[in-house]
């Protein structure tokens, strides 16, 4: 922590820290050491630093996991038939770095380690096999995890309670010596790409608090900042966000443009400065340090990949890469709104007109869409649940980029970095959601749609390629609305209603009962249109949109009472299997500001009813239910309304739309493998077309997995 000495007792210097000179010498006032301090006393209560038995406990187990790596070493060194003078010389270290080497860890946090062993301990088979056979037969260890084909090969697992990342770094000496300099570009001779991986972690960690004016300002800023970013949603590297390095390195780069600035400035100028930043500019600690060795450094004058990075931040040792590279187009844009949010915040608290805490609000992210992307993932207990969702996990970044790229990045996503589980379910069970919206200020033509079946499929397929997948692992991907957001992802269990408005979304007061889903939007379209048409329409829609079906089908993955994931189905296969097809088509449309004619309204509800009447009398060929709800609403949440819905909520959240039915996945992808190659040549198509092709499709393939994500501009 900091104390009232080190905030007051900064003196101006003229060193120069990176690779420009500092925006200000300036120090601090009597209000910023105030507002430090304050600062600091948020942290404390906020509970962001661990207790004095924690890190001894820290260090015990680290003590022990240094023994256990040293018998290891001369186990295996035994068993290569080496001379017992070089096994008893044979040796191997632990390091650390992240959080806990830069002293920014929390209570709970993990602890990231590095174990670096001589040439002859090779990682496919010593480490991920014999060391983890050691592990294995260990009491203090459980949930070991180990993730070879990793970008940076690690072995999770916990001792004694304590969360450890263990990575392995084979470095090209027969004895491993005790002062072994890691720091040193030699370590980095005749090695492989992993090891460097592996090694570069401790190394740019020693790099960063060798590159900082003070390292206790620094540390108490990325606390904060680290903090800030998780209760903003954007603390996640593998989603597409920033990890704890990236903040570290930004905040590292502050540091330097205001050397004698107090936590309380580095955290306002953070803001200030990051909110005005020109990417892709990179953020640099230190020059790039040139090829001297072999390895590929960043550089987007001579690599082609590096000019596609939309958020460079580059680690300071050598070989020197972009941390960042897991950002994308719409992670950037969300991540430049939240950093305008802080700015503007901090702003008012320079004023005196907020509190510290105002700037931790959490983001209220299932208040900021009306349409959303669920992913399920389950399995058939917590244990394959836990590598099942690290493997889905680090791939839903992809499904993100895969829908910029179909749709020109006219459909934004925003991927939400925190999982949510279910604890109803009989199964192993996490979800993952994603916000939708299409792009700001672009122009669309009149019944323009965007159509990402193929996009979900595609995903889909990538996702069923994991090699160690068991039978009970399975993902669901689908859409739902603002109103059908599961209870379990809000923490008192139900939506709270809200006292104010946030931003242009606005948040529904009450929740639509079973019968009256409708109720909102058919005020809101009475009072623009009357309400005898409007009765009309509702009369209508009622008569054309099936029910909600109270009662729980046996026929989903879980088996359990609330349906969220598989929805329901009411007919089960003429083979007594379970019907786990995913059938969900949903179409939102969006309109600027005016209401969509009763005229063009009721056109298409008679023609989704056609089309309604259309898969009921080929559902028993199929043996499987479709549902379509037709399209009669209009939204002024940001021009977004809803045409259809399949939602995976089933019933669970008192929404009169029904989930989407199921059938065999494994069957339905093997359909829409081909029917994707062959139709679905654009991601572009219009009303008519996209009627034709829906009603083409199911008379060709009634067992088709339909995901229909449109936008139709009125």
């Not at 017992?84 to 860890?105: K, P, W």
């Not at 603390?235 to 903040?247: A, E, I, M």
Request: aromatic letters at 10%.
């Amino acid at each position: 922590m900091v104390s009232a000495e080190g905030l007051s007792g900064s003196l101006p210097t003229a060193k120069q820290y990176g690779v420009t000179k500092p925006i200000s010498l300036a120090g601090p006032t009597e209000a910023d050491i105030q507002r430090s301090a304050e600062l600091e006393k948020f942290l404390v209560n906020a509970g962001l630093y661990e207790s004095k038995e924690e890190a001894e406990k820290r260090q015990e187990v680290l003590d022990r996991i240094r023994v256990i790596v040293k018998e290891w070493v001369k186990h295996v060194t035994r068993m290569r038939g080496y001379l017992d003078q070089m096994v008893e010389d044979a040796n191997a270290l632990i390091f650390t770095f992240g959080s806990y080497r830069l002293g920014v860890h929390g209570p709970g946090a993990d602890i990231d380690t590095l174990c670096v062993g001589p040439t002859y301990v090779n990682r496919e088979e010593d480490f991920f096999f014999i060391l983890h056979d050691i592990l294995a037969q260990m009491d203090e260890v459980t949930e070991l995890q180990p993730v070879p084909d990793a970008h940076v090969p690690v072995m999770k697992f916990k001792f004694d309670g304590i969360s450890i990342d263990l990575l392995y770094a084979s470095v090209s000496q027969m004895v491993v010596p005790e002062d072994l300099d890691i720091s040193d570009v030699s370590v980095l001779y005749e090695v492989d790409e992993p090891t460097v991986r592996s090694l570069n972690g401790c190394r740019v960690a020693d790099q960063i608090l060798k590159l900082v004016p003070n390292i206790q300002h620094f540390r108490m800023t990325l606390r904060c900042l680290k903090f800030w970013a998780k209760r903003r949603g954007v603390y996640s590297n593998v989603t597409g966000f920033l990890g704890g390095v990236n903040w570290a390195l930004l905040v590292a780069r502050v540091c330097q443009l205001y050397p004698n600035a107090v936590p309380s400035m580095l955290v306002s100028r953070f803001f200030r400065v990051y909110t005005q930043w020109r990417w892709p500019n990179p953020v640099m600690l230190c020059p790039i340090e040139e090829d001297v060795l072999g390895f590929s450094v960043w550089d987007p004058r001579k690599n082609p990949r590096d000019r596609t990075h939309h958020m460079p931040i580059i680690t300071p040792a050598y070989p020197c890469m972009n941390s960042s590279y897991n950002v994308s187009t719409s992670t950037l844009r969300v991540m430049m709104e939240q950093f305008q949010y802080g700015n503007k915040t901090c702003e008012e608290i320079e004023l005196n007109k907020a509190q510290w805490s105002a700037l931790f609000e959490p983001y209220m992210f299932f208040e900021s869409y009306k349409n959303y992307l669920q992913v399920d993932i389950v399995a058939a207990d917590s244990d394959d649940l836990r590598s099942w969702k690290g493997w889905v996990e680090s791939r839903l970044r992809q499904l993100t980029l895969m829908i910029e790229r179909d749709t020109y990045g006219k459909l934004q996503c925003h991927p939400y970095p925190h999982e949510y589980v279910d604890t109803s379910k009989q199964c192993a069970h996490t979800a993952f959601f994603m916000g939708l919206q299409r792009k700001q200020g672009e122009k669309i033509e009149e019944g323009q749609q965007f159509d990402i079946r193929g996009t979900v499929d595609e995903f889909r397929h990538s996702i069923n390629m994991y090699m160690f997948w068991k039978p009970g692992m399975e993902i669901f991907v689908s859409h739902v609305r603002r109103k059908q957001i599961p209870s379990y992802v809000f923490p008192e269990g139900y939506r709270r209603v809200r006292s104010r408005a946030s931003g242009p979304h606005q948040c529904d007061k009450t929740p639509p009962d079973d019968g009256d889903g409708n109720k909102h939007h058919l005020k809101r379209k009475k009072d623009l249109e009357g309400g005898d048409i409007k009765r009309e329409g509702a009369e209508k829609r009622m008569s054309i949109s099936p029910q909600r079906r109270d009662a729980t089908s046996p026929e989903t993955v879980c088996s359990n009472k609330s349906t969220n994931i598989s929805s329901e189905s009411p007919t089960a296969s003429s083979n007594g299997k379970k019907d786990t097809r995913d059938y969900s088509t949903l179409a939102i449309r969006t309109s600027e500001g005016k209401p969509r004619s009763m005229e063009v309204d009721e056109q298409w509800q008679r023609d989704e009813a056609v089309e309604h009447e259309n898969n009921v009398e080929g559902r028993s060929s199929s043996n499987s239910s479709v549902v379509l709800i037709p399209a009669c609403e209009v939204s002024s949440y940001e021009g977004v309304g809803l045409e259809g819905n399949g939602s995976a909520d089933g019933s669970a959240d008192g929404s009169n739309n029904p989930g989407s039915s199921t059938g065999d996945s494994c069957e339905a992808d093997s359909v829409l493998s081909m029917a994707g190659s062959s139709e679905n040549k654009s991601a572009f198509v219009t009303k008519s077309d996209w009627k034709r092709e829906s009603m083409s499709r199911r008379k060709k393939f009634p067992a088709y997995n339909s995901f229909m994500l449109s936008f139709l501009w009125s």
